[in-house]
């Protein structure tokens, strides 16, 4: 865990484990309202990848599809967030073994 807090990842987690129990989806999308531009962007997708394949594992599934949707202001530094998707999905393969499913990120500007 690298952003989400020892308080919010237990309730993560529960709510992950009880949709992937329960709806046994083959995609998952995940939001982030106010994903800002910095080093820290991308660190709460990969934390709630982390919690995503843990619980695919546990619950003996195929890893999902996941579709991640970035949200902020319009003077939000899009072009760095982009420029660091080729660093982001080169860690997501060394941290989960090339095991998990495909992950598409998108970028919409505007007030949530
Ligand atoms: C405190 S920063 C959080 C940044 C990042 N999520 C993090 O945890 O490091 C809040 C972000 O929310 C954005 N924001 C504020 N109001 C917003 C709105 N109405 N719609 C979308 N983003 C907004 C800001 O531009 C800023 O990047």
């Known amino acids: 865990m690298k952003k989400i807090n020892m308080v919010l990842a237990p309730i993560v ?16 999308k995940i939001a982030d309202l106010g994903c800002s531009s ?3 962007t991308l660190l709460v997708v990969s934390d709630i990848i982390a ?8 619950l003996n599934l195929p890893p ?4 991640a949707f970035l949200n902020d202001l319009p003077r939000n530094d899009f072009n760095t967030v982009f ?8 860690k997501l393969d060394e941290e989960h073994e090339n095991k998990s499913g495909p ?7 505007g007030m949530s």
């Not at 987690?13 to 998952?28: G, M, N, Q, R, V």
């Not at 420029?83 to 080169?90: I, K």
């Open 51 to 58: 919690i995503i394949q843990n619980t695919f594992r546990k």
């Open 64 to 67: 999902p599809s996941l579709q």
């Open 13 to 28: 987690d529960a709510s992950i484990e009880e949709l992937c129990s329960t709806l046994f989806p083959e995609c998952l």
């Open 83 to 90: 420029r660091s998707l080729p660093g982001f999905y080169n």
């Open 103 to 109: 992950c598409f990120i998108a970028a919409m500007p």
């Open 38 to 40: 910095g080093p820290n």
